[in-house]
């Protein structure tokens, strides 16, 4: 046996073991994040919602801070993407109208919010 054998086998032995444990014992879960970690189908659904509290209160200051949490682009960026990707998504053109309707006013928007 080569000198190499033993320390390669060990270290294959390594790696498996730890992939085990890794993905199958005790693999990562996320708790708490921020929601400008979400995939773009759940900030679609964010957005959404927004639109329809929006639709409901008429205060482009306060959807502007509901916005925020997605990152920091201005919200008219934010509500633009949700709305393309709602798009590609399927959703229903109830939702698609209040999502344009809520883009529509956040780039209009000139506040001093959030």
Request: cysteine-free; glycine content about 8%; proline content about 6%.
């Amino acid at each position: 046996m080569s000198r190499w054998t033993l320390p390669l086998l060990a270290l294959l032995i390594g790696i498996a073991l730890g992939l085990v444990y890794g993905w199958g014992i005790s693999p990562v879960e996320y708790v708490d994040t921020t929601p400008d970690t979400l995939r773009a189908d759940y900030r679609a659904d964010y957005v959404l919602m927004v639109a329809e509290a929006y639709q409901a209160e008429q205060n482009p200051d306060l959807a502007v801070r509901r916005l925020a949490v997605l990152g920091s682009q201005p919200p008219g960026e934010l509500a633009s993407q949700a709305l393309a990707d709602a798009r590609k998504i399927g959703y229903s053109e109830a939702d698609l109208a209040l999502m344009q309707k809520l883009t529509t006013a956040m780039q209009a928007w000139q506040g001093t919010a959030p």
